[in-house]
């Protein structure tokens, strides 16, 4: 088990604002998941509507998406606990995070400000689950103190920290793109990008679809209206929406 699936499954325990008894709590959803056979994104198309405008879903799993950008640094996380004992910090605590940031001189991104505290609640995110790091450069590396939100309320249930070298991709935790599903679709076809899971901005294509985005199009139950340039054409049962130029299905990714 990677560090990143044990986080995942840690038990964060009850929170007083904690809604988990009647909704579940995130680690307790996880136990027993097969994170490697999951798919890294998904695309949820069952909630719109016939006749309104076509609103996608994209959600990427935090344990894919974790493991492309973090890898776990045993040197770093010694410290990191080091001066947890040191100061008599908690290992869940944002405050000890940015005060340990601080105690190495350490700056923020691209080597100029402060170390950053960021939690994905506060902003649009595509991410599966809440993620909060402290996200600091030393010496030219990057790291991040990084949090995986267990509880259920996003005011608490957070794992304790652990210590990873990243980059700048971890803060691309809104963007994905939509794509037809057809071989040379990428030469031949439009894509969709989104840098905040709502806005789809059309790229690559040409007049007469120049520039329409998904959300331009009308959403369609008939199957007739598959590929005909005006709608997207969903399968409810399948939970699939096709291209309204070639009828191919929409797939997402990161």
């Not at 776990?72 to 990191?80: E, L, Q």
């Not at 590929?227 to 929406?241: K, Q, S």
């Amino acid at each position: 088990m990677n560090v990143i699936q044990e986080m995942l499954t840690e038990n964060t325990g009850r929170h007083m604002l904690d809604s988990g008894g009647a909704y579940g709590r995130n680690w307790e959803r996880n136990q027993g998941r097969d994170f490697e056979a999951e798919p890294a994104t998904t695309l949820d198309v069952t909630w719109n509507r016939e006749g309104e405008a076509f609103d996608p879903c994209v959600t990427h799993n935090v344990y894919h998406w974790l493991n492309e950008r973090v890898t776990f640094d045993p040197d770093m996380n010694a410290r990191w606990l080091a001066y947890l004992e040191e100061n008599n910090a908690d290992a869940d605590s944002f405050a000890a995070m940015e005060e340990f940031a601080e105690s190495l001189d350490a700056t923020g991104i691209y080597g100029d400000g402060s170390p950053m505290t960021v939690n994905t609640y506060n902003g649009e995110s595509s991410l599966s689950q809440i993620l909060q790091f402290t996200y600091f450069e030393v010496d030219g590396d990057v790291y991040v103190l990084l949090q995986i939100h267990g509880g259920c309320d996003a005011r608490g249930g957070y794992t304790d920290a652990k210590a990873f070298r990243a980059d700048e991709n971890l803060f691309d935790y809104a963007q994905a793109s939509i794509y037809a599903d057809g071989e040379g679709s990428f030469d031949q076809l439009p894509y969709w990008y989104s840098d905040d899971g709502w806005n789809w901005y059309c790229e690559g294509a040409v007049a007469p679809h120049a520039g329409k985005g998904l959300r331009d199009y009308i959403v369609s139950f008939d199957p007739a209206h598959k590929g005909d340039g005006e709608h997207v054409y969903i399968d409810e049962d399948a939970n699939t929406a096709y291209c309204p130029m070639s009828g191919l299905p929409l797939r997402a990714s990161t």
